[in-house]
């Protein structure tokens, strides 16, 4: 790719790390307050995320404006290893969020309950994020960032959650079962444990193939 096209992509993906950091802000305080009203583990693990995903999302945000702005390779490469790093290290702490609290809710018996709000964001967010994957694992490819397609993948997990999320509502409003929400939650385990092991080895790769010194 020549040098004015990356330049181009690069800009792009500042502009999209933008998007997803303001909807994660809005994600994050809607879903974190319906949960806590809802009593919904899922609920509030889906705003959870979205706190994670703003941790990693202003971590590429720092590398892709770095670059955007001329600054040397050893840098870029550096910023790109850490975010790695961060997104995986990210995922993986998502997850053993999720197994605590979901096995705390079983235990206990805690069931969720329906919130409006809840579920209007969880479609928004349904929507919405499998765009924001693609346009950031689109734009990561042509760049070369594998920290960036991986932040892509941490924006599909949210859209996981929010589909789960959705199936556990509809499932204990009609079927009265107090346990899908945690069912629901440790279903996304899968996923998020296989995209935050997947962005952590590339950072280790980084780590080992790296000559800066």
């Not at 385990?189 to 280790?204: D, I, N, P, Q, T």
Request: proline share 1%; hydrophobic share 55%.
């Amino acid at each position: 790719m020549s040098t004015p096209a990356r330049a181009v992509s690069v800009r792009q993906g500042v502009n999209i790390e933008v998007i997803s950091i303001t909807w994660m802000v809005i994600e994050a305080v809607v879903a974190i307050g319906a949960g806590v009203m809802a009593h919904s583990l899922a609920l509030t693990a889906f705003g959870a995320d979205s706190v994670i995903e703003l941790v990693a999302g202003g971590v590429l945000l720092w590398r892709l404006t770095l670059e955007a702005r001329g600054a040397r390779l050893a840098d870029v490469r550096r910023a790109e290893q850490l975010s790695s790093w961060v997104v995986g290290i990210a995922l993986l702490s998502l997850a053993a969020y999720i197994v605590v609290a979901s096995l705390m809710k079983l235990v206990t018996h805690q069931g969720a309950e329906a919130s409006y709000l809840g579920v209007g964001l969880a479609m928004a967010s349904g929507l919405i994020m499998p765009y924001l994957s693609r346009v950031k694992k689109h734009i990561g490819a042509e760049i070369g960032s594998q920290a960036l397609r991986s932040d892509g993948s941490c924006s599909i997990v949210c859209a996981y959650m929010a589909w789960i999320l959705l199936v556990g509502v509809a499932l204990t409003a009609l079927l009265g079962w107090w346990w899908i929400d945690s069912v629901a939650a440790l279903a996304l385990v899968y996923y998020v444990v296989k995209e935050g092991w997947e962005a952590v080895g590339e950072a280790r790769r980084q780590e080992d193939s790296c000559d800066c010194g």
